[in-house]
Structures are given as structure tokens and as C-alpha cells.
């Protein structure tokens, strides 16, 4: 990517505090049945903040499937996150695709709910992980 360090954390800062400001919308998403959206907007949430990581390690990925198998290979299968945090971020990700590209299946609240506080869980993980390897 060409960056200089400067501009590399500058870079990763910017995703991080992105991830903060992009899952804070989600409850009023959620309030506004907007269930669809909020799917959305966790996922891109934990998108960022996993962009940040992969950024900080210098891992680069053309995708979102790309970036979901570095994830899963370079920090689930390593034991540096948990397997449910990998789970977590894959479910995201695929009702995320429903939400934007199937018309015919609902996302319900339930599906937001309960992954909510596991996604700002998820957050908080990989941006500690983030700062202790800085």
C-alpha cells in the first residue's frame, strides 16, 4: 500500500475510532426497525476494525471473503481470538449479504439483538489487541 509508518497509524486510528462511531448507530437502527440496515452497519463496524488489524500486521486482503480468511487464519486458527469471535464476525458478514442482496428473506430484531453486544465485544477485543501490539 505504499504507506509510511506515520501514515499507517494515522491510517489505523481512523478505522478504529470508524468502528466506534459505525456500531453506535446501530441502536437507533434497532429502534427504528431499520433491522436490515443495523445488520449492516454492525458488520461494516467490525469490518473496519478488522481492516485496522490486518492494516497494523501488514496482511492485505482484495475482499470481504479475503479478509475472513485472514482472520480466521492468521488470529482464530492461532488462538489469538476465539473461535466464536471468528463465528461471530462470519455470521455478520453473511446476514449482511442477505440484508443487502435477498429481498425475500427478513433480517428480524432478534437477529440484531443478539448480536449486538457480541459485536461491540468484538470491537473492544481486536482494538485491545490492536494497542498491545503497537
Known amino acids: 500500500m505504499g504507506l509510511t509508518e506515520t501514515e499507517r497509524s494515522v491510517l489505523i486510528e481512523v478505522k478504529i475510532e470508524r468502528a466506534h462511531k459505525t456500531i453506535e448507530e446501530v441502536p437507533y437502527l ?18 473496519y476494525i478488522v481492516s485496522a488489524l490486518l492494516l497494523q500486521r501488514s496482511y492485505e486482503a482484495r475482499s470481504h471473503h479475503g479478509i475472513i480468511a485472514l ?6 486458527k492461532t488462538g489469538i481470538i476465539s473461535v466464536e469471535a ?21 433480517i428480524t430484531r432478534e437477529d440484531v439483538t443478539t448480536r449486538l453486544e457480541p459485536a461491540k465485544q468484538f ?3 481486536i482494538e485491545k489487541l490492536i494497542h498491545t501490539n503497537s
Do not use: H, P
Open 86 to 106: 471468528g463465528k461471530l464476525y462470519r455470521s455478520l458478514f453473511e446476514l449482511r449479504q442477505t440484508g443487502d442482496y435477498d429481498e425475500l428473506k427478513d
Open 30 to 47: 434497532l429502534n427504528g426497525g431499520l433491522y436490515r440496515n443495523a445488520i449492516n452497519r454492525m458488520y461494516y463496524a467490525c469490518y
Open 123 to 125: 470491537i473492544e477485543t
Open 71 to 76: 482472520l480466521s487464519m492468521k488470529f482464530v
